[in-house]
């Protein structure tokens, strides 16, 4: 019992994002509003952030900041001092590239509706068979 | 479909709850992302680039080519979100409201009707208005500088503190987005016209490829920023630590005009007429 106590906490960053994924998957696949579905695209992309950012973390690991000492001006890079800046790096541009998709899924929805005068994605469906 | 959406979520939830039981523990200093490349930067970062901010010197020189398209999705997206929503022929729209500004009195002119002269005694206002909020425009109006330098100082120190292009560039945005929101779209496009947004992200993915090429003609690789010695007279080191310095500008350029480009296309269908 104890084994699997410390095995769920040892663990918690990653159930934190499976819940999030499977929430944003949930949203994309069963919604019927494409607004929603976009913001289940949105909840999904944040889930995957999170889980690449928590995989950076060290114990007794800082900022990936070098500390430079104010009275020599010497530094010690250490790699056990620091956390992984890699993930940070590469969420940075996940981030970037979440909002690129997000306003592109934003400006076709607009479109959409424009063109259907719903967002509902069962109308629109059944007004292109209708054509 | 809401029965097989939910199995197929809980399918892949369980898939991953299995995986993740061989995942590393949290903060596990051995764990593989750990070990193999990131050691590398950690230690070598002053060395070579001179730049404490280890995000920021991954993310502009050992990683600058995935950071320069990064900048080019951003364009991108800029381009694609105008080419979807801009309505090009200009439709008069059934009606205009203007407002008398001495005695508040509103006119609705019809189509086709006479629109009065640049005055300073009348002023559009949108068709869907509401009164405007005094306290809400002088604070937002006193807002926007303050923004503005902290965005500059997030990207001018993105080298020795959390910061850098993409953050400053969005917060910049954001300043002329709360003019957009707390005036109206045609105040925000008289500080910034959607021809100079767009001929800013253009400049700023220009900056960034530029820099590049730059020191492919100064015979180095492309984006190896220690060329840039011979036009800086720093240092190898320090040339590569400015290097990444105008890569930044570029991208917070670049960052600013497509964000402004969106919401100004997203909030008014792409007429930049009447919108938030």
Redesign the interface.
């Known amino acids: 019992m104890e084994d699997v106590i410390s095995f769920v906490i040892s663990k918690y960053n990653y159930w934190c994002y499976i819940v999030l994924l499977m929430i944003g998957l949930y949203a994309m696949i069963v919604k019927n509003n494409l607004v929603k579905k976009i913001i289940g695209m949105n909840i999904f992309q944040t889930a995957i952030i999170l889980f690449y950012v928590s995989i950076s973390v060290k114990k007794e690991g800082t900022l990936p900041t070098i500390i430079i000492d104010p009275v020599t001006g010497t530094h010690t890079a250490r790699a056990a001092d620091y956390i992984n800046p890699l993930p940070h790096v590469l969420m940075l541009t996940a981030i970037v590239v979440s909002v690129a998709t997000l306003g592109i899924a934003l400006a076709l929805a607009i479109k959409i509706y424009k063109e259907y005068d719903t967002l509902e994605e069962d109308e629109i469906f059944a007004q292109i068979r209708k054509k | 479909?809401?029965i097989i959406?939910?199995i197929?979520?809980?399918l892949?939830?369980c898939l991953?709850?299995y995986g993740?039981?061989d995942?590393?523990?949290?903060?596990?200093?051995s764990?593989p992302?750990?070990t193999h490349?990131?050691?590398y930067?950690?230690?070598?970062?002053?060395e070579f680039t001179h730049v404490?901010?280890?995000?920021t010197s991954?993310?502009a020189d050992y990683?600058g080519y995935?950071?320069m398209y990064?900048t080019t999705?951003?364009f991108?997206?800029?381009i694609?979100?105008f080419l979807?929503?801009r309505v090009v022929k200009k439709k008069d729209p059934v009606s205009r409201l203007y407002r008398h500004k001495a005695t508040g009195i509103t006119l609705r002119i019809k189509k086709g009707g006479k629109i009065p002269d640049k005055s300073n005694a009348f002023e559009r206002i949108d068709s869907e208005w509401v009164p405007y909020d005094l306290i809400i425009q002088i604070s937002c109006r006193l807002l926007v500088p303050l923004i503005q330098i902290f965005a500059l100082y997030v990207i001018a120190h993105g080298h020795?503190?959390?910061g850098?292009g993409?953050q400053g560039g969005v917060i910049l945005a954001a300043s002329i987005i709360l003019i957009a929101i707390s005036y109206d779209l045609r105040s925000a496009l008289k500080i910034m016209s959607e021809r100079a947004s767009a001929f800013l992200s253009a400049i700023g993915v220009f900056i960034y490829a530029g820099t590049g090429a730059l020191c492919l003609l100064l015979g180095a690789n492309f984006l190896d920023y220690a060329a840039l010695d011979s036009l800086l007279g720093s240092g190898m080191v320090m040339a590569r630590s400015h290097g990444i310095l105008i890569v930044e500008i570029g991208v917070g350029i670049a960052?600013m005009a497509v964000?402004i480009c969106?919401y100004y296309?997203?909030s008014s269908?792409?007429k930049q007429d009447e919108g938030l």
């Not at chain 2, 930067?41 to 002053?46: N, S």
């Open positions: 479909m809401k959406g939910l197929a979520v809980f892949c939830g991953l709850v993740a039981s995942f590393p523990g949290w903060g596990d200093p764990s992302a750990s490349v990131s050691p930067y950690i230690e070598t970062t002053m404490p901010n280890i995000v991954v993310l990683r995935d950071t990064e999705v951003i991108g997206a800029g694609a979100c979807l929503l020795y503190s959390p850098g993409f960052v964000m969106l296309n997203l269908e792409g």
